[in-house]
């Protein structure tokens, strides 16, 4: 199956001599804007040039990382190179796209958490179905009697009695144990004890091939009512989830804009210093924009790239 080909945006100065044959070679279907301009990047030395060409490269990448982020369409259009203060537009340019990326990593944080506190619930709500199988009552196991502890599990039925056994000689009458479901070859037991005995008692019964099964903290006088409490909140966070994530949808919604207007900017003004630098300052030069419906065969490119500077976008 083949893959359809994404169009592309290319950015190209070349000298102006050089303009139609740069268009020609586009091809027919390409869609060219194509402007005069002589190149001029100010009072700006060489060193300054080479400068902010890396500052902006380093600016351009941070700005594609943030549209890429938020999930915003890079929708390429020409945009008025900016040379006059590239400091202060870089700046703005790293602000914008800095603080669109820690909104959008609020927002997200906010979701996640929603999302986090509902698996629990889902655990939670797991955990008490699975308890509704050991063949003991809710308020059997869930007991919070002062000064005692409760240990449940699984344990060969084959090996019951003597772990009994062995139980009543560690503990004697300070333990009681209590048999429930048969599964599989095993038993469940609920065995209680005095809370300073409980680690002795698991021990005890781990020498029995004995398979623990935890026992959740549920505030709640019974199982319908936990079920209850907790589908209540897992509903609230699920419309909490919906709002945060209607914000993010308004947030790419506003920045969509911005955004790419910032790497519009970013684009001509990297693409003019990097002209100046390659054809010098003062040339006559031909700013072109082409739209793409599929790549240039490389022999094409590689002519382009020998007459000037070519940005792909």
Request: charged share 25%; glycine share 6%.
């Amino acid at each position: 199956m083949s893959s359809v080909a994404k169009p592309s945006t290319l950015r190209i100065i070349l000298p102006k001599a050089l303009a139609q044959r740069a268009m020609a070679s586009l091809g027919p279907l390409a869609k060219v804007d194509a402007q005069e301009l002589v190149l001029d990047t100010g009072r700006m030395t060489t060193e300054d040039v080479v400068r902010y060409i890396k500052e902006y490269a380093k600016l351009r990448d941070g700005v594609s990382q943030t549209l890429r982020q938020l999930g915003i369409e890079r929708k390429p259009e020409s945009a008025i190179p900016e040379t006059s203060d590239v400091k202060t537009t870089g700046s703005e340019a790293e602000t914008q796209a800095a603080e669109a990326r820690s909104e959008y990593q609020k927002i997200l944080s906010s979701v996640e958490a929603a999302d986090r506190q509902v698996q629990e619930i889902e655990k939670q709500v797991s955990t008490l179905e699975q308890l509704k199988g050991t063949g003991f009552s809710f308020d059997e196991i869930m007991s919070g009697a002062t000064g005692f502890r409760r240990i449940l599990g699984r344990l060969p039925f084959k090996k019951l009695d003597a772990a009994q056994k062995a139980l009543r000689a560690l503990l004697k009458e300070r333990a009681v144990m209590m048999t429930g479901a048969k599964k599989n070859g095993s038993v469940y037991i609920l065995v209680a004890m005095p809370t300073e005995d409980a680690s002795q008692a698991l021990q005890t019964l781990l020498l029995y091939d004995f398979i623990p099964t935890d026992i959740p903290n549920i505030e709640a006088p019974d199982a319908t009512a936990a079920l209850m409490s907790w589908q209540m909140e897992k509903d609230r966070l699920i419309r909490e989830k919906q709002s945060q994530n209607s914000r993010l949808e308004a947030l790419r919604e506003e920045m969509a804009g911005p955004l790419n207007r910032s790497a519009d900017n970013i684009e001509e003004t990297l693409l003019l210093l990097r002209g100046s630098l390659r054809l010098g300052g003062g040339t006559k030069a031909a700013h072109i924009l082409a739209r793409l419906d599929k790549p240039l065969t490389p022999v094409v490119l590689n002519s382009l790239q020998k007459d000037g500077v070519v940005q792909l976008d």
